[in-house]
């Protein structure tokens, strides 16, 4: 019983199977001789089952395309991250212009008592006005801008100057000179 598997395979009337001999792998561009002496490079090239076809020289790896669609990806992202940056940047600097422009400009009266109706981001929005200030915001003497949620009454040249410095922040300046779209007056109280 302390025969090995070999031995009793050998006894079982199995051969042992011939050493085969490893050959040089070839690189790829330099021709091995062959054992006749001709070089094995010319003419077709030899592929045993298992060697990977040859690769041309536009051929990239695998590993090596997925490498750099990953990189191009994470380029692009943070590319992308920068300009977000940048808008907000932006953004917040224009606000800071307008909130400066803005600062004591408005002709808010804590009296008044007439609401002046107007169309803002798809809804009707509302101000309050007083007697006076009501035919000059119809007028165009007056506008209202909105900063930080609120709408402000200001002078036509402070809308102006706010509107250059943020466009959506200008919500209502009337030209008397303009053909109405419908048939309701401005200065109509509802």
């Known amino acids: 019983?302390?025969?090995?598997?070999?031995d009793q395979l050998l006894k079982a009337g199995f051969k042992p199977a011939p050493k085969v001999q490893a050959k040089p792998q070839s690189r790829p561009?330099?021709?091995?001789?062959?054992?006749?002496g001709k070089p094995q490079g010319q003419g077709k090239p030899a592929q045993s089952g298992n060697a990977p076809a040859p690769r041309e020289k536009g051929d990239i790896d695998l590993a090596k395309?997925?490498?750099?669609?990953?990189?191009?990806e994470r380029e692009d992202k943070a590319r992308e991250q920068r300009e977000?940056?940048?808008?907000?940047k932006e953004k917040?600097?224009?606000r800071q212009k307008l909130a400066a422009l803005l600062n004591g400009a408005g002709q808010n009266a804590a009296d008044a008592d007439i609401p002046r109706h107007f169309p803002h981001?798809?809804?009707?929005?509302?101000?309050?006005?007083s007697?006076?200030?009501?035919?000059?915001l119809n007028g165009g003497e007056l506008a209202v801008v909105q900063l930080a949620g609120r709408y402000l009454l200001v002078t036509r040249e402070v809308a102006l100057a706010a509107q250059a410095i943020d466009e959506e922040?200008?919500?209502l300046l009337c030209d008397p000179h303009a053909a109405a779209d419908d048939d309701v007056p401005a200065d109509l109280v509802w």
């Not at 981001?121 to 006005?129: A, L």
């Open 131 to 136: 007697a006076e200030q009501l035919p000059r």
């Open 92 to 94: 917040r600097e224009r």
């Open 1 to 6: 019983m302390s025969d090995s598997l070999r």
């Open 121 to 129: 981001h798809n809804k009707i929005r509302r101000i309050y006005v």
């Open 65 to 72: 395309a997925y490498a750099i669609r990953h990189q191009r």
């Open 169 to 171: 922040a200008l919500v």
């Open 29 to 36: 561009g330099k021709p091995q001789p062959h054992k006749h």
């Open 84 to 88: 977000i940056e940048q808008r907000a």
